[in-house]
């Protein structure tokens, strides 16, 4: 019954989710250097800049939310799944989503 498709939504949406957070590391991981470079070059002209300033011109110059869209978009084509098979997840589901998406 339900309990069958909420276990095959749920297998269905980890798999996406894997794959998801296996494309992103990739970003963040290009993040992470150019992020390191910027902070040496800082350094070394004696500028400081605000923590959260700084994470959201690294974010805004990497274009890590389109990135993040591009890969979504791809990731979902993949599995055959549009964005609005996802507003159907029940409660539980949500809750695994949120635990995957604060992961990555």
Do not use: N, P, W, Y
């Not at 095959?8 to 992103?24: C, I, N, Q, V």
């Not at 970003?27 to 040496?40: C, G, I, L, M, T």
């Not at 869209?69 to 964005?83: A, D, N, P, R, T």
């Amino acid at each position: 019954g339900s309990d069958v498709q909420a276990d095959a939504d749920s297998t269905l949406l980890l798999k996406m989710l894997a794959e998801l957070r296996r494309r992103f590391f990739h970003v963040a991981r290009e993040v992470s250097f150019v992020a390191k470079d910027v902070r040496a070059r800082l350094a070394a002209k004696g500028v400081t800049i605000e923590e959260e300033h700084f994470r959201q011109e690294l974010a805004q110059q990497c274009r890590i939310a389109e990135k993040f869209k591009v890969i979504q978009e791809e990731v979902l084509q993949q599995f055959g799944c549009s964005e609005e098979t996802l507003t159907f997840l029940d409660d539980a589901t949500a809750g695994d989503v949120q635990g995957h998406a604060e992961a990555v």
